[in-house]
T-cell receptor, first 117, second 109 residues
Framework: GAGVSQTPSNKVTEKGKYVELRCDPI?????LYWYRQSLGQGPEFLIY????????DSGLPNDRFFAVRPEGSVSTLKIQRTERGDSAVYLC???????????????FGPGTRLTVL | EDQVTQSPEALRLQEGESSSLNCSYT??????LFWYRQDPGKGPEFLFT???AGEEKEKERLKATLTKKESFLHITAPKPEDSATYLC??????????FGIGTKLQVIP
């Protein structure tokens, strides 16, 4: 299993609750991305990590969303006080190096489907 | 702001009927244009990266081409298993990845 993995595959929560979504990238990939995809839309960029640091978090919709990658490998996307509008598929991707490099093709995980009731 | 427009939104082909999908883009300093295939309930699967105008890449029945304003994904003699949503994305000088909404392809046997 050398691909990107995400857990859980499905998450159902109630409005106002806190959720954590996990991403395990391909070993050796320094860049990690989070996207959100709504039905019938393309993936929407949320945040990009290069190593342990967030190189670009401009896609996070508000301060309820936060992501970490403390050891430069596994990443966790955290959503506080969830709202019904947060319901979507959250995709994680990794690449060998950053988006401006020559090895920037991204490999995606299967996604976590988040439903906020 | 980088923009990606894909057309058509949906395409229905008979098996063996070749066609092309379009991806038009505006980006500040293109660093790469990507094509992905996405099956229902799954994450996007990488197909191609194109870096400069005039570049072409092929894989089985798929061929991707790039100009300064658009990219085409040509599908030759498609089979039902080619049915999927095809996504185009660009990376510009600001290193943000911008996706289009995709073209949903259905190939009828």
């Amino acid at each position: 299993g050398a691909g990107v993995s995400q857990t859980p595959s499905n998450k159902v929560t109630e409005k106002g609750k806190y959720v954590e979504l996990r991403c395990d990238p391909i070993s050796g990939h320094t860049a990690l991305y989070w996207y959100r995809q709504s039905l019938g839309q393309g993936p929407e960029f949320l945040i990009y990590f290069q190593g342990t640091g967030a190189a670009d978090d401009s896609g996070l919709p508000n301060d309820r969303f936060f992501a970490v990658r403390p050891e430069g490998s596994v990443s966790t996307l955290k959503i506080q006080r969830t709202e019904r509008g947060d319901s979507a598929v959250y995709l994680c991707a990794s690449s060998l190096s950053g988006p401006l490099s020559s090895y920037n093709e991204q490999f995606f995980g299967p996604g976590t489907r988040l439903t906020v009731l | 702001e980088d923009q990606v427009t894909q057309s058509p939104e949906a395409l229905r082909l008979q098996e063996g009927e070749s066609s092309s999908l379009n991806c038009s883009y505006t980006v500040s300093g293109l660093r790469g244009l990507f094509w992905y295939r996405q099956d229902p309930g799954k994450g996007p699967e990488f197909l191609f990266t194109l870096y400069s105008a005039g570049e072409e890449k092929e894989k089985e029945r798929l061929k991707a081409t790039l100009t300064k304003k658009e990219s085409f994904l040509h599908i030759t003699a498609p089979k039902p298993e080619d049915s999927a949503t095809y996504l185009c994305a660009v990376v510009g000088g600001y290193q943000k990845v911008t996706f289009g909404i995709g073209t949903k392809l259905q190939v009828i046997p």
